[in-house]
């Protein structure tokens, strides 16, 4: 007999918000149930203290699809879709994915960062919480609740594409003390990450980066991009531009200034600190992506090649299209 059966008769269950994260989920029941320490609530749904509470990437999902009897899903489409795995599982191979899964159904996730190539590149791997305020205030009115969406939490996304407004970031789930806390969005508790004046120029390309980002992610989930091949898609691209010329790049120092520039209004934001910053760097992390990989590289890399290049989905799937042959 499952021990789901008189658990929870004392207890009401919410049910799934559009959009809406797996920690946002628990965090609401913990709320709703008004526990005062947040082991109470993950003692209940994951049967230990600090069970399923990283907010990217949590474990313990078997034993929580047991308990609740599975009516949120199985641990297969929590994970996949409702947690930052949906991010990973467009550019990772679907073995990844389902060893990812298997990660998280188990009470331990130690190594899944490592794996999906998020500890090997210098972009940040703690994936801080955001929030839209317009979005805040909306789902409030209309649910009644101020919760987590999956596609802010997105990294390379900075703007709600739905009020084409900044996100405000959270600090609270970065730090040590605070790490196994259920928590939802508050004004109060949300940080500007941009704080330059001059944010226009800023904010128009996050806003066309992160539409880049949503639609690649929902577009590919049933199919991964094939990072293994998308150096032909670039060099193809810059070929087109008269900028190389088979496996000769004529033109180093003018592609790798030109990038610099593309990147330049991104460098307000932490999350793209890793960046490089000078035309040599950059020359040398270009002609990284302009190769074969040889291991994992963090997909914000290649997010930022295809918008530099592209500009927005539908250019990149023709330029995809186009290659469709060889990638078959
Ligand atoms: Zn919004």
Redesign the pocket.
Known sequence: MLETDGLFPGYQLLSWLPDETFFSLISRHHQLWGHVTAAQSSQLVFGSSRGGSHHDLPNSLGIFVQRTNAVFGEADYIARERTLLKFYSAFVSKAETDNAIACMSSASVAHLKLRLGILTSRFRANHPLKA?????R?DLRETGWAYW?LK?QFPGVWM????Q?P?LQSCLKANGVERFRWLLPHLSELNPVNTKSDSASSDSVLLGLSELVEHLVWSKTDQPLQLGKLHEVYRQELQNRGWIAGAVSLRPAQIAAAFLDYCEPLRCIPEFAALAEDKASMGQQLSRLLRPPRSGTHPLRHLLLIHWLFGDAPNFDRAIRLLIPIQN
Request: glycine content about 0%.
């Open positions: 839209c305020p317009h979005c805040i909306q969406h802010h709600c594409t739905t009020h407004q996100l």
